[in-house]
């Protein structure tokens, strides 16, 4: 596609569901980055993948959050048993390249997640 | 980790010029600078590279400092168009990722 794709743009869900939130990068970017932004807030950094190394996964806030990336491809954030302050708009990002911090990120338009 | 960014938010009138101040307590590899206007995804203007290298839209003017881990953006004669919030992320030595600060909300009015 044109551009980083994500969906669902907006879900809905009871506290205590489980949520899986997709995106899908631009072709052949190695980098992806997920991004947590809540409301008036800035982008809090959730997991990063480049190319077939180990995810950085140190932003995560919880074991109820994982991801998963194939390859150079689809990634798929997870949140288990979801709670009200898991309430955002989750980013994701990729890059063509990511040597020391070189590569321009191309954002997706987010989905946004209402706990209720 | 994260950068501080400064101020937290500017008001200007149409034609008036902007600073944006971001600051590290690490060594860095690259600063970023993005906008992101209400209810959009954010959107790149410029990455200044460790050792000068800069790569971004023409009219957008950064500086970075290498030695204090600070970068600054310029916003000269502001647009209402230039509205929005500004993002800087940093990739610092040893994280080998970007990390964004708090975020500059700009308002200009005509």
């Known amino acids: 596609g044109a551009g980083v794709s994500q969906s669902p743009s907006n879900k809905v869900t009871e506290k205590g569901k489980d949520v899986e939130l997709r995106c899908d990068p631009i072709?052949?970017?190695?980098?992806l980055y997920w991004y947590r932004q809540r409301l008036g807030q800035g982008l809090e950094f959730l997991i990063y993948f480049q190319g077939n190394s180990a995810p950085d996964k140190s932003g995560l806030p919880s074991d109820r959050f994982s991801a998963e990336r194939t390859g150079e491809s689809v990634s798929t954030l997870t949140i288990q048993r979801t709670q009200q302050e898991d309430s955002a708009v989750y980013l994701c990002a990729s890059s063509l390249v990511w040597i020391r911090g070189s590569g321009e990120l191309f954002f997706g338009e987010g989905s946004r997640l209402t706990v209720l | 980790q994260q950068p501080v960014q400064s101020p937290q938010a500017v008001i200007l009138r149409e034609g008036e010029d902007a600073v944006i101040n971001c600051s590290s307590s690490k060594a860095l590899y690259s600063v970023h600078w993005y906008r992101q206007k209400h209810g959009e995804a954010p959107v790149f203007l410029m990455i200044l590279l460790k050792g000068g290298e800069q790569k971004g839209h023409d009219k957008i003017s950064a500086s970075f400092n290498e030695k204090k881990q600070q970068s600054s953006l310029y916003l000269t004669a502001s647009q209402l168009s230039y509205s929005g919030t500004y993002f800087c992320g940093t990739d610092s030595q040893g994280a080998q990722k970007l990390v964004f600060g708090q975020g500059t909300r700009l308002t200009i009015n005509p």
């Open positions: 072709s052949g970017h190695t980098a």
